[in-house]
């Protein structure tokens, strides 16, 4: 699975790419290389409209990254979360505590007002 | 009969009476997350609980196909999800909380410039009254008829009324013309005599009373001052003009008064002759004379002079011309 960082304006936009499901094997690779990503205190978007499914380790990846973004007080959205990915954050009552919107557009928008 | 099976998918959830030993053995603690600093502090507390037990999840307990597949694993996934439900409620009731505690602040805040603004213009009236309360002109506050509502210090001694008494009163005839927007000079007959010029200029309260303000000055002085000056340019401009007719008239009355001594000292054997040539030279003696006055007249300035010199009697003078000719 890749990440890849563009820019839109202000907001950095972070994309995982290359995989449908974020799983134990690769939680630990893609938490390091989101995290490198999103160093800098830039407000940002983690599009994950290409993932389909996550495991509990997926999910732990989301936690800590959303974490370490609150800790440099910088704010992060979830974009295109979709499929088994929203109903295991839905299941966790994650979706309430994140900001997930539908497309990267609306999150650019919503970070950028 | 078809068994249920014991996790997963068609699983019988009769796990429900042991939340409360699954609250003990997974340190739920909420009561501890309900009384962080604030919202942002619970959040971090609530972070750092998802990531412990996610991390203490099995990788496969949030698989859809197959659920948890140990009784250890469901009944941490069931201790996440209350957690998780029980940390969205409070999250919820605290964002709720907060927003009805900013728009507390955000009223306390309104309320509190209100009482700033009313502090203030208490203080602007207070001076404003002090203002008003040392001021010789009289300030009038009148309705739509014409009525005194309100009347300063002033009004009263200015419109020779006791002050207390205008309050309720119609303005005075002389004042009552006086219209909205206009400023203007008015001449006040006092009640107990006398009269007073006042400056006098009404304008309309802005508000839906309709009310309006009438400022009054005592310009009397002013106004004889000017008058006085008037009287004086007036004076020194007649003045003027009997110094020149005087200068004038010298020189024609000086041939008349020498011809005739001439003629009366030629007329010795026609006494009417004689008699009539005196006459002349005593009546252009006495135009010298009275030219002569009034030369002096103008150069001294005095209305007063000029008056007693008009009004001498002119029988003290001898005889009279007219009596001569008959």
Redesign the interface.
């Known amino acids: 699975m890749k990440v890849l960082c563009t820019r839109s304006g202000a907001v950095k936009v972070v994309r995982l790419e290359g995989g449908d499901a974020l799983?134990?094997g690769l939680a630990a690779e893609v938490k390091r290389a989101v995290l490198e990503a999103l160093e800098g205190a830039e407000d940002a978007v983690l599009d994950l409209s290409a993932v389909e499914f996550?495991?509990?380790?997926g999910?732990?990846v989301l936690?800590?990254v959303?974490?370490a973004q609150?800790r440099r007080g910088r704010r992060l959205v979830f974009a295109g979360v979709c499929g088994?990915v929203a109903?295991?954050l839905e299941?966790?009552?994650?979706d309430?505590?994140f900001v997930c919107l539908p497309d990267v557009g609306s999150a650019v928008r919503a970070l950028s007002a | 009969m078809k068994k249920s099976p014991p996790f997963g998918p068609g699983a019988k959830l009769d796990v429900l009476p042991r939340l409360a030993d699954l609250c003990r053995n997974h340190e739920v603690g909420l009561e501890l997350l309900e009384r962080s600093a604030d919202l942002e502090a619970f959040l971090d507390r609530v972070l750092d609980e998802y990531e412990r037990r996610i991390a203490e999840l099995a990788p496969d307990a949030l698989d859809a196909r197959t659920g948890p597949r140990s009784a250890d694993s469901a009944s941490r996934l069931l201790a996440l999800v209350m957690f998780a439900s029980l940390a969205a409620a409070i999250r919820d009731r605290a964002v709720a909380s907060k927003e009805l505690s900013d728009r507390a602040s955000g009223l306390e805040r309104i309320n509190m410039d209100l009482e700033a603004a009313l502090a203030e213009a208490q203080r602007a009236r207070a001076r404003l009254d002090a203002v008003v309360s040392v001021l010789d002109a009289a300030i009038l506050i009148v309705d739509r008829s014409g009525r005194i509502l309100k009347a300063n210090p002033a009004a009263g001694p200015l419109l020779g009324r006791d002050s207390q008494e205008l309050v309720g009163a119609e303005l005075p005839a002389a004042v009552a013309r006086v219209g909205p927007g206009e400023r203007m000079e008015i001449r006040l007959d006092l009640p107990a005599g006398g009269s007073r010029v006042l400056l006098a200029a009404r304008t309309a309260v802005p508000d839906e009373e309709g009310d309006e303000v009438l400022l009054l000055s005592d310009v009397t002085d002013r106004y004889r001052e000017i008058e006085h000056r008037h009287d004086a340019q007036r004076l020194a401009e007649l003045l003027r003009t009997v110094g020149a007719l005087s200068h004038k008239v010298n020189n024609p009355l000086t041939a008349l008064l020498g011809r005739a001594q001439l003629l009366r000292a030629r007329a010795e054997a026609d006494a009417s002759l004689a008699k009539a040539a005196r006459v002349i030279e005593e009546s252009a003696t006495r135009i010298a004379d009275l030219i002569r006055q009034l030369g002096a007249v103008a150069k001294e300035g005095r209305r007063e002079d000029l008056e007693r010199v008009l009004a001498m009697d002119e029988t003290d003078r001898g005889e009279r011309p007219e009596e001569v000719v008959r």
């Open positions: 799983e134990t996550m495991d509990s380790a999910i732990g936690v800590s959303f974490k609150r088994g109903a295991v299941l966790l009552k994650l309430r505590i």
